[in-house]
């Protein structure tokens, strides 16, 4: 075995791997490698359990979510793996303890009355801007997405959204040379690219623009460039002071919309369908918390249908 360092490793597993993810996964790795593995890591050849685990609480103690460390590993985990392949460094099998947390903090989402308030404020004073606030109200598509979204995958005949791309802006590290660039991508996950059902109010919003507009302009901007979401985060918050609606962050409109479908209970299947989550269990994890109240009529419905 020739033995080789983590910083040797992870240069030749970034070449191994830059064909076959998107440029931004790729980039988010990069950094990942840049700001936090390499500068740990990068000198040994060898991840011991110890190692790592000092590591993870390094990370936790400095502030950093459990979440985010975890994504972390993701990546260290890739690099050990194409090591062992390539037999420059040994395998080695981690049981990573997380310190126990207090409970999951409350989701942020909009109250009933302020979610009422911005819907109908935007059919009052409609502009292409406001429009992307009303969609992400009404069909929880991420900022990203709304962003991408051109009037071309309006379909007026049978009423749906059509999600194909997102945007975003992303980081790159080419040797010494940093820099952003903005990407327009298929979306997070394969069930990301998704039709989603418009609502009659929404319907009405589009149909007469539908007519008029170019099909191939961007929603957002009604021109041939998009505005990315930084931009339209800034312009969104704005909105919210104006409106007098407490800080929420643009990605909060999304969980009000998924939050008004499980209380009107809609199936947590469907849900998920919309929001293009990968898998049900992480519409389960977010959504679902079901209250003392509800426990106890599911209690007495399992009773009722066996006749006591």
Not at 68 to 73: G, P, Q, R, T
Not at 256 to 277: M, P, Q, W
Request: charged fraction near 25%; charge should be positive.
């Amino acid at each position: 075995m020739t033995k080789k360092s983590i910083r040797e490793i992870a240069t030749a597993w970034r070449e191994d791997k830059r064909p076959y993810v998107k440029q931004s996964t790729f980039a988010a790795y990069m950094l990942i490698l840049e700001n936090h593995l390499l500068p740990y890591f990068g000198e040994d050849d060898a991840l011991s359990e110890k190692a790592v685990q000092a590591f993870v609480l390094q990370k936790l103690n400095g502030g950093m979510s459990v979440k985010s460390v975890k994504d972390i590993l993701i990546v260290l985990k890739m690099v050990m793996k194409f090591g062992v392949k390539h037999e420059w460094m040994n395998y080695s099998e981690w049981d990573i303890k997380y310190p126990t947390t207090e409970k999951n903090k409350e989701l942020e989402v909009l109250t009933v009355t302020h979610h009422k308030k911005i819907l109908d404020y935007i059919r009052q004073n409609f502009t292409f801007r406001n429009l992307g606030i009303y969609i992400s109200l009404s069909t929880g598509l991420r900022i990203g997405e709304v962003c991408a979204l051109r009037w071309s995958d309006i379909d007026i005949d049978n009423g749906t959204i059509s999600v194909q791309r997102t945007i975003e802006r992303i980081y790159i590290i080419e040797g010494e040379k940093r820099y952003t660039e903005l990407v327009i991508n298929t979306p997070k996950t394969k069930n990301s690219c998704r039709e989603i059902p418009m609502s009659k109010e929404l319907l009405a919003l589009v149909k007469p623009l539908k007519k008029v507009v170019n099909a191939d302009y961007y929603i957002l901007t009604n021109e041939p460039s998009p505005t990315e979401p930084r931009t339209y985060r800034n312009y969104y918050k704005r909105l919210m002071e104006q409106l007098g609606i407490p800080k929420l962050k643009f990605h909060g409109l999304r969980h009000s919309f998924a939050t008004r479908c499980i209380e009107s209970n809609c199936d947590y299947k469907t849900v998920s369908v919309l929001l293009g989550h990968s898998n049900i269990s992480t519409t389960l994890n977010l959504y679902v918390h079901p209250n003392m109240e509800q426990k106890k009529r599911c209690i007495a419905k399992m009773f009722k249908s066996l006749g006591k």
